[in-house]
């Protein structure tokens, strides 16, 4: 298996505009998650998806940001309109229920915003 | 809520020495743990765990006991090599709020030769 799949791997945008981040999770795994790394506030869970049904958005941080799952092998995180404060590593992680806690993580997306 | 507290680094250490990498929760219910490990640019892996009170989890020479009494779950290695240069991440996460897991800080490791 090819494990989390995300793109794209880096990303510099101008503040204002529009950022889609994309996952593929690995086949099989039903819940999936999105993380976001910073150096001052570490690793943050914004939303955690559940055979495709978001279960947990509460680290979501404002309404800048929003997540699908559209189906079992693809998840998007989308920031409209992106601030410079946006700016982290983001990873998508993919796990299954009956190997509780052992997610799989991408190898995350490099977010600027300048 | 729940939470994990580990000790801060950089921890520096020389090939062959000891390792200790302190960890603590807090937990509303009963958590299994975890010990994940993240090497320059790529994403964090799961390294080992521990379900129950009193479980070792192990893998690649490092060890970590359940110890619900002190509510910790330190990492040990009792010789490192340079390859284990890495940020590590305890973790936990209690069944009943999910499949999701609550991670620590992170204590960066740096391993001299």
């Known amino acids: 298996d090819a494990g989390v799949i995300q793109s794209p791997r880096h990303e510099v945008t101008e503040m204002g505009q529009e950022v889609t981040l994309r996952c593929k999770p690995i086949?099989?795994?039903?819940?999936l998650f999105w993380y976001r790394q910073t150096m001052m506030r570490g690793l943050e869970l914004l939303i955690y998806f559940n055979n495709n049904v978001p279960i947990d958005d509460s680290g979501m941080p404002e309404d800048r940001f929003s997540a699908k799952m559209p189906n079992a092998s693809f998840s998007t995180l989308k920031i409209q309109p992106s601030e410079p404060r946006d700016s982290a590593v983001y990873f998508c992680?993919?796990?299954?229920?009956?190997?509780?806690?052992?997610?799989?993580f991408g190898q995350g997306t490099r977010l600027t915003v300048v | 809520g729940d939470s994990v507290t580990q000790m801060e680094g950089p921890v520096t250490l020389s090939e062959e020495a000891f390792l200790t990498i302190n960890c603590t929760y807090t937990?509303?219910?009963?958590?299994?743990l975890f010990w994940y490990v993240q090497y320059p640019g790529e994403g964090l892996q799961l390294l080992l765990k521990?379900?129950?009170?009193?479980d070792k989890g192990s893998n690649k020479g490092f060890e970590a006991t359940y110890r619900k009494e002190t509510t910790s779950f330190h990492l040990e290695k009792g010789s490192v090599q340079v390859s284990d240069s890495a940020v590590y991440f305890c973790?936990?996460?209690?069944?009943?709020?999910?499949?999701?897991?609550?991670f620590g800080a992170g204590t960066i490791l740096r391993v001299k030769s």
């Open positions: 992680a993919s796990s299954q229920d009956r190997a509780w806690g052992e997610a799989f």
């Open positions: 086949s099989g795994h039903n819940s």
């Open positions: 521990a379900t129950k009170a009193d």
């Open positions: 937990a509303t219910g009963y958590p299994s």
């Open positions: 973790a936990l996460s209690v069944r009943e709020y999910g499949n999701k897991l609550v």
